[in-house]
């Protein structure tokens, strides 16, 4: 089993910049790739950015270029860097991890980005 925590949402302003922090517990050693999904009301869950063990990254095109996700396998955390944010950016953000076999989410924290 893998627990996972989100951190790092709040109500920003168009332009602003947010860090998301996903702080891993449990059986770390078998995650292969964590990811940050959003989800937005009234619509479906949706990808953001991923990032395996290794390093590789995947991003939504929404995110290309405004947002980083990065790992620190020493602390056992998982990043979303999100510059020039934008009110269609405004979701709750959930970090997931992947294990090879099962998915494991955490309780979601709320981004708004509102004037």
């Known amino acids: 089993q893998v627990q996972l925590v989100e951190s790092g949402g709040g109500l920003v302003q168009p332009g602003g910049s947010l860090r998301l922090s996903c702080a891993a517990s449990g059986s770390i050693f078998s995650i292969y790739v964590t990811g940050w999904y959003r989800q937005a009301p009234g619509k479906q869950r949706e990808l953001v950015a991923t990032?395996?063990?290794?390093?590789?990254?995947i991003y939504a095109d929404s995110a290309k270029g405004r947002f980083t996700i990065s790992r620190d396998n020493g602390k056992n955390m998982v990043y979303l860097e999100m510059n020039n944010l934008k009110p269609e950016d405004t979701a709750v953000y959930y970090c997931?991890?992947?294990?090879?076999?099962?998915?494991?989410w955490g309780q979601g924290t709320q981004v708004t980005i509102s004037s």
């Open positions: 990032i395996t063990r290794g390093g590789t990254t």
């Open positions: 997931k991890a992947y294990n090879g076999a099962s998915n494991f």
